[in-house]
């Protein structure tokens, strides 16, 4: 298809999507004249995918990282995986370089990920988040005990294994595209249900609770 | 204590106690003479949690609205629940009025609450917040299918149920206090529980293929 109908077919405004084609972000086209291109199904999901991870909060710089790793065939998946991961937010407010953060210990998080049995690569960006939520509920008086430990590790557990489960296997591409997308879109997916959850659950207690006072009165 | 032995206690500046003492953010301490008042551990409490909230990126605005509801004690329970996790990030882009909100569809989100039976009220901010969620994923050429949801809605569902076994049932105010911060702060906690998790999967998974292919070679 020509560029207009790229634009077409994605809502992308032609400006943003020359500009992604400068910056490659947006694999160029099959070159057909000396002023035009020929754009496939590969270059609309690509779009998808930068306007997804854009309105996530990714900065431009941040999703030419993620597109770069897709487009990578040289190094192992399961290394690309974890960097194009690394790339989605939240981002550590104190970033360091990778022998730093190697070297510093993050009890809190290495507490919870020891009783799960979890292997970890302690470099991994997920490793600090988990240690700085985990600082920040010790700072509000909240603990994370054992027992919610416990629960919510076997239910992360059960999400993480459908997620993989239902990730394509190949082509490799499609594997770092949907993880990505994956991890950045189910994530708000997930929060809200869990709100959601907790409204059913509560308005079912808070029923019974007056349905029982109106029986005792 | 002193307002200096809060200040000393609490790690919060003693221009900031002020400020939030002048903004309401923080009750008032008891007079005990003209330039003098004494505070006790509801005031190390208070200070936590507006620090948290603010640490979670809530505008003081925001956090106003929370404390207030905490001290509320003439709504229903339950009301004053929903009303204070309304208060917390993310806000809907476009939040209009109630009625407007209430008068609106949400297919996706209503899809998903009606699939695992759940009660919702459609003006609440989540049920937005999931739709929107719902529609990223469309754009991005994925989909919410229904093996996803109900794997999800078990297991969310588990996750809410111990987050409310553990809540305290009483006084009210611990209740709802211990609802905004558990909702605010065990977020971040799940979601870095969740890429932890696919990295050790996804971890034992390479593992074995690599372990296969060697054997086969």
Do not use: W
């Amino acid at each position: 298809m020509r560029i207009s109908e790229l634009v077409a077919r994605t809502g992308v405004p032609l400006a943003t999507v020359k500009y992604y084609l400068r910056e490659g972000l947006l694999m160029p086209g099959e070159i057909t004249s000396a002023t035009q291109a020929r754009y496939d199904e590969q270059h609309v999901r690509r779009l998808a995918l930068v306007r997804a991870l854009v309105a996530r909060g990714l900065p431009l710089s941040q999703v030419k990282i993620v597109v770069d790793l897709i487009d990578n065939r040289d190094d192992p998946l399961f290394a690309v995986l974890g960097r194009a991961i690394e790339a989605l937010p939240p981002y550590a407010p104190d970033s360091e370089p990778d022998d730093a953060a190697g070297a510093r210990d993050h009890p809190r998080a290495r507490r919870v990920l020891e009783r799960l049995g979890q292997m970890y690569d302690p470099r991994f960006a997920a490793v600090v988040q988990l240690e700085r939520a985990l600082e920040a509920l010790e700072a509000a008086g909240l603990s994370m005990t054992d027992e919610r430990i416990d629960v919510y590790g076997r239910h992360i557990r059960g999400i993480a294994e459908i997620d993989l489960a239902l990730l394509p296997s190949h082509p490799r591409q499609d594997t770092v595209e949907a993880a990505v997308l994956g991890t950045a879109l189910y994530e708000p997916v997930l929060t809200a249900m869990r709100r959601l959850a907790h409204q059913d659950l509560a308005a079912r207690i808070f029923l019974d609770d007056s349905h029982n006072q109106q029986e005792q009165q």
